[in-house]
């Protein structure tokens, strides 16, 4: 199977060539690009067993090709239905969500409360950060990059204020930026990009609930 996204931009220097694939290599100007985009990209389409190539001519744009192998009929039977393997839910848990996007935020919780849980929904890092001191939780679900408070300032006030420690879980579209794929890594903290898989998202909050005892 492949695909094939092509543009009319300058094209790339042949000086760059397959460089473009390796991590931290970008053409935009400094704070626009973080170089990691092509990198992750080829290296997903190489886990599954394909890649990513492309051709240029510079002045005529460049053209960037995608392939993967088929499944056989055999491997998508054996893969199944992710929705029969779904986790239970964990009712009575008490979960703070914070996203500046108040769609995704309203989104998080009404999840949360179809599965009998109790989630408390702000839309800044200071209130969920004046909350984290004012309550206990099992989890914390926040984006990473908000105005004020950023995900980070709210994971460190959990890990240096709120007894006992809750989950967490970040929600972000900035998986791209380096700042906070460093961030991400060094936290150890499980994360979701957006836009976000309900399916996903119900998942990985029933798992990360269920491997915790609840608040008093």
Not at 64 to 70: K, N, T
Not at 130 to 139: H, V
Request: hydrophobic share 40%.
């Amino acid at each position: 199977v492949s695909l094939e996204v092509e543009d009319n931009g300058p094209g790339v220097p042949a000086e760059l060539g397959e460089k473009i694939f390796q991590p931290f290599v970008t053409t935009k100007e400094v704070g626009r690009g973080t170089g990691l985009g092509l990198s992750i990209c080829r290296q997903i389409a190489q886990d599954h067993g394909g890649d990513v190539t492309f051709r240029s001519r510079l002045g005529e744009g460049t053209t960037f090709r995608l392939e993967l192998p088929q499944a056989s009929p055999a491997e998508v039977e054996e893969a199944g239905d992710p929705l029969e393997e779904s986790l239970p839910s964990v009712p009575g848990r008490r979960v703070l969500v914070v996203d500046d996007e108040r769609e995704i935020a309203d989104m998080i919780g009404r999840v949360l409360r179809e599965d009998g849980d109790e989630a408390d929904v702000v839309y800044e890092g200071k209130d969920a950060i004046r909350l984290l001191g004012e309550k206990r939780y099992d989890l914390v679900v926040s984006d990473m990059e908000m105005e004020g408070a950023r995900g980070s300032d709210v994971h460190q006030a959990a890990l240096n204020g709120a007894k006992p420690i809750p989950s967490f879980l970040f929600v972000t579209g900035d998986i791209l930026t380096a700042k906070v794929i460093r961030y991400i890594g060094d936290s150890g903290v499980p994360f979701l990009g957006k836009p976000v898989d309900l399916h996903d998202l119900r998942q990985m909050i029933r798992k990360l609930l269920g491997a915790v005892q609840p608040v008093s």
